[in-house]
Every structure is written in structure tokens, then in C-alpha cells.
């Protein structure tokens, strides 16, 4: 299974990017999707979630100006990001707990995508 993540890039604060991320592979369902950001000497954070049944859930920093929204027929998770801070800027990670049968899931991650937010 691989997650593949696109859409990063260089904005300009205030600006919006959409991330897009599809799980390809050996599926039979996929359940949670969710990006996370990562910052050079910090933890990866949580920055969205949504459920197979599109629950959606937001760290604060992210309420109001990003949504995450998804294509269960196409596999794919989707962020957009408006209003966009230097303060955002960041890898972004896709992530997916993806189900091989009915018995067994496992959590995955995507490669990656830069964004970066200049003043």
C-alpha cells in the first residue's frame, strides 16, 4: 500500500494550497485519513481527520481556515488551506489506516510535501 501525497509548494502568506493525497495497493477498505505537519527538531502534529463517514476533527491552529475532505471511491484525502501563515509552513504527512481483509488494518504514512509560507 503507499499513500501519495502532492500539492505542496511556496505561497505567499495569506494564500491557500490544496493538498491531495490517494492510497493505492492492496485495499479493502480505508478508514481514517488524516494530515499531520512536522517542523525541523518537533513532533509530528495532528492538523486534520476525517472518517470514513467524513467526521471531520481540527487542531485549533487549523479551525476556520483549513478543510479536509475526502473521495472514498477514488481513495484519496484532500486539504485545503486558505489563509495560510508563515507559521504553517511545514512537511505535511498523510496518513490512512487502511484495511488489507476484514480482520486486519494498519496505519500508514505518505512521503511527504513540503509547504512553505513566506511574510
Known amino acids: 500500500v503507499q499513500l501519495q501525497a502532492s500539492g505542496g509548494g511556496l505561497v505567499q502568506a495569506g494564500g491557500s494550497l490544496t493538498l491531495s493525497c490517494t492510497a493505492s495497493g492492496d485495499i479493502f477498505r480505508v478508514n481514517s485519513m488524516a494530515w499531520y505537519r512536522q517542523t525541523p527538531g518537533k513532533q509530528r502534529e495532528l492538523v486534520a481527520a476525517?472518517?470514513?463517514?467524513?467526521?471531520?476533527d481540527y487542531a485549533e491552529s487549523a479551525k476556520g481556515r483549513f478543510a479536509i475532505t475526502r473521495d472514498n471511491a477514488k481513495k484519496s484525502v484532500y486539504l485545503r488551506m486558505d489563509s495560510l501563515k508563515p507559521e504553517d509552513t511545514a512537511v505535511y504527512y498523510c496518513?490512512?489506516?487502511?484495511?488489507?481483509?476484514?480482520?486486519?488494518?494498519?496505519?500508514?504514512w505518505g512521503q511527504g510535501t513540503q509547504v512553505t509560507v513566506s511574510s
Open positions: 496518513y490512512g489506516e487502511i484495511m488489507h481483509s476484514k480482520n486486519y488494518q494498519y496505519e500508514y
Open positions: 476525517i472518517t470514513s463517514g467524513g467526521v471531520t
